[in-house]
């Protein structure tokens, strides 16, 4: 009876810690962030590579894999985007920091946003923008992200 109090006691203090992302125990969180009830997770797997996860935890309604990674510069900082893609349809994970206006001679205002893109082709037909982030990380974590990975230029008609 002591073990089975120990584990359920080392469970309610652990789950916590496991945050909402989708990402397994080992795995590395390269992107988190909630859309209403859902998370959108990349995740850099213990063998290394990185998928794509959409969905809750009881319910991963679309997983993905073979990223393609794109960024550009901006004034204060860049856009980054990691693209996975089946068929005709990609799902494009970005992330937006950038000077937006400036304030007064040394301080600007950014402009900051997360979120999905669904394309059809090279035509947006969902933007998705995360109303909250798991585990403080905002963005992309592009550290992670294993020298192997594609990359492909920036298409800067995307929204």
């Known amino acids: 009876m002591k ?3 120990f ?10 810690a496991f945050g909402k992302n989708l990402c397994e125990y080992d795995d590395k969180i ?14 850099l797997t213990s063998t290394g590579s ?3 996860l959409f969905g809750t935890r009881d319910n991963i309604e679309r997983q993905l894999s073979s990223p393609i990674f794109s960024s550009a ?5 860049a856009v980054s985007r990691v693209r996975f893609k089946t068929g005709n349809t990609s799902y494009v994970v970005y992330d937006v920091m950038c000077n ?14 997360a979120g999905v893109m669904v394309l059809n082709g090279d035509k947006v037909q969902v933007k998705t923008v995360c109303t909250d982030f798991d585990d403080s990380l905002f963005g992309i974590n592009t550290a992670l992200l294993p020298s192997t990975i594609e990359k492909e230029d920036f298409d800067h008609e995307l929204p």
């Open 3 to 5: 073990s089975v109090t």
């Open 7 to 16: 584990l359920i006691v080392s469970l309610i203090i652990c789950l916590p």
């Open 30 to 43: 390269v992107f988190s962030c909630e859309v209403g009830t859902k998370n959108i997770s990349v995740c």
């Open 50 to 52: 990185v998928k794509y």
């Open 73 to 77: 510069a901006c004034s204060g900082g």
């Open 100 to 113: 937006s206006y400036r304030i007064n001679d040394t301080l600007w205002s950014k402009s900051e946003s």
